[in-house]
């Protein structure tokens, strides 16, 4: 195991002032100009009266530096998943400054620190940090409601961090943290930020959206960690048989269970095993495992489980939690012993459908049995009658099976296989079969994202004038920022046209089309300011980055550039972009 060092003591314990901290665009950054940064933002964070201070930003070095330096004014960072406009919604009310990449007219103070000037050999000096000290606000992101402000001490940021280092320190070495998920959630922060400082182990800045970006990452060096999602292990592409350049000490992943053919797949790919963390905002991490070994978790050390006789709740006793009493928690589970468990389902999806009490988990997990389904939800609609509904992922066979029977056939087929288990009344009324889950940049599926899948087919959509609405998304929500910025949250119904035959296995929305709703939405926001479309010249960096799938969310963004008689636009959700570029009109 590496050196370790306390969070607390990061900065005040005597360290190697040319040690690197991380990699930023391919630079190295040293202890020594880390601590210069976070001197930077303390100073200008002093000056600031706000207590709470909502942070996001895209560079986790630059985040690092903020986050010590916001505690060290004795600030609390509220850390914001992403800008979209409800988590904007969310700081309001909550924050008194924002730090980071934030627009200026949102009307909250914003913190500013200056990029660092000329080379100063001095290295600031610390004290210990208060153990006490309220260091985040988190929220979780859930999949049944509104999202939940969690606070974290840093002493419970520490306790965690030392019980990885002292499971995986050994392992890991000083190998180089590269990322594909964003720091500024619960998993990322600890994985991404917290837990290399503290290990005295290098980290890559800039978060990896792609393979071949992780891939580069290792190959410059002699070791790496992988921190990574289910999402990100599913789609990684790759060769039958093929095997990785580079050498992985440490593959991680969270957020979201990992299926055994995901981890099959990551152990031989990686050639390491793939280890699973399962935890929560609210409880800290909890347990692991590494499912080519052995399918039940582990707890971390300090961590005792037992269950709930009534229900088979799991129990949870943690130091992490600061207190010494049993923590119920949403999971059922199977303990062996008070430091080995398997995790059943989730206790806390009960729904009353006329009058009937029914349990979703249960649903799911009868209707994962069914030879052709391979992932599959089940949400609760309301309108004028509560119903359950079902968004299910099919396989090979499936997908075979729905071209040759029909969407009519699949979804009678599957309600019998359910009527054995469940009373009529409850029963699913309506299917989305979708290519996969809708998921968010942390490879979550949130209800909201489930629930517009069901959107009726036929309704005229906000934005979509008096065309088939079958050729445009759901606006969810739309804003005019200011005069010549526009932003539209769109939803991806699976009903579009444009999703039929492009492409059968894996259909996702064309580039053209997004260009088309830009111009669209631009029109419709900015009117005669915009040029004529037959003045249209040229499109100018165009970029496509990311897919986009059925039932995905998008935040559109779009700038008017009078002056240059163009738009500049860009797709994304959060952290994860679809495309950008630019639309430019002949002034003439």
């Known amino acids: 195991m590496t050196e370790s060092t306390c969070l607390t003591d990061l900065l005040s314990t005597p360290d190697e002032p040319q040690a690197v901290v991380a990699l930023r665009d391919n630079t190295v950054v040293t202890k020594q100009a880390f601590a210069r ?29 903020a986050l010590f330096g916001l505690w060290y004014a004795g600030k609390t960072a509220f850390l914001a998943g992403d800008r ?10 909550r924050v008194g400054a924002l730090a980071g990449d934030f627009d200026d007219d949102i009307g909250i103070p914003l913190i500013r620190v200056a990029a660092p000037g000329t080379v100063d050999e001095s290295t600031p000096t610390f004290s210990p940090l208060d153990p006490s000290h309220l260091a985040v606000i988190v929220l979780t992101s859930g999949t049944t409601g509104a999202p939940k402000a969690v606070p974290i001490s840093l002493s419970q940021l520490g306790n965690e961090v030392l019980m990885h280092e002292s499971q995986w320190g050994a392992v890991a070495g000083r190998s180089l943290v590269v990322g594909t998920v964003s720091h500024q959630h619960i998993y990322g922060l600890l994985w991404r930020v917290l837990w290399p400082l503290a290990g005295r182990r290098p980290f890559v800045a800039e978060i990896c959206h792609y393979a071949e970006d992780a891939l580069a990452r290792a190959e410059q060096v002699p070791a790496a960690v992988l921190v990574t999602t289910p999402t990100h292990l599913a789609r990684w592409p790759h060769q039958p048989g093929e095997t990785v350049v580079g050498k ?9 269970p990992l299926s055994r053919e995901h981890s099959a797949f990551g152990s031989d790919y990686f050639g390491v095993p793939v280890t699973e963390i399962f935890g929560s905002s609210e409880t800290g991490g909890i347990a692991w495992r590494q499912q080519m070994e052995n399918e039940v978790w582990t707890t971390l050390k300090g961590i005792e ?8 709740a799991l129990l ?12 119920m928690t949403g999971d059922q589970a199977e303990v062996y012993s008070p430091h080995r468990f398997r995790l059943l389902g989730r206790l806390d999806r009960i729904a009353k459908i006329e009058g009937k009490r029914v349990s979703l988990t249960s649903m799911e997990s009868r209707l994962v049995e069914h030879p052709h389904i391979e992932e599959v939800r089940v949400v609760v609609l309301s309108g004028r009658r509560t119903e359950t509904a079902v968004v299910a992922v099919l396989g090979e066979a499936g997908r075979q099976w729905f071209e040759t029977e029909g969407k009519r056939a699949v979804t009678s087929d599957l309600r019998h296989w359910l009527a054995d288990h469940f009373e009529t009344p409850v029963l699913p009324r309506r299917w989305r079969l979708v290519g996969e889950l809708p998921r968010n940049a942390q490879g979550k599926v949130s209800q909201q994202h489930l629930t517009v899948l069901f959107e009726k087919a036929g309704q005229k959509h906000p934005g979509s004038d008096d065309v088939d609405c079958n050729r445009w998304p759901i606006v969810l929500k739309r804003e005019l ?6 932003r539209l949250c769109l939803g991806m119904p699976p009903e579009l046209v444009y999703f039929r035959g492009h492409f059968d296995e894996i259909p996702v929305l064309p580039g053209v089309v997004q260009v088309h709703w830009v111009e669209h939405y631009a029109r419709a926001m900015f009117g005669e300011r915009l040029a004529n479309r037959n003045a249209f010249s040229r499109m100018e960096v165009v970029k496509f ?19 240059r008689n163009r738009i500049v636009f860009r797709l994304h959700d959060g952290d994860v972009v679809f495309s950008s570029g630019r639309m430019v009109f002949d002034a003439s």
């Not at 940064?37 to 530096?65: L, N, T």
């Not at 920022?481 to 526009?486: C, I």
Request: charged share 20%; no cysteine; net charge negative.
């Open 316 to 327: 949870l006793q943690s130091p992490l939690l600061g207190s010494d009493d049993w923590l």
């Open 305 to 312: 489980v037992t269950t709930q006789p009534e229900t088979g």
């Open 545 to 563: 980055q990311e897919l986009i799938r059925p039932g995905r969310e998008v935040s559109m963004e779009i700038s008017l550039q009078p002056e």
């Open 84 to 93: 979209l406009p409800a988590t904007m919604e969310q700081l309001q009310g």
């Open 481 to 486: 920022l200011d005069a010549n910025t526009a």
């Open 248 to 256: 992985w000490t440490l593959v991680v992943s969270s957020t979201a």
């Open 37 to 65: 940064r976070v001197a930077d933002w303390q100073r200008v964070a002093e000056k600031q009266a706000a207590v709470i201070v909502g942070v996001f930003m895209e560079d986790s070095y630059e985040f690092a530096a």
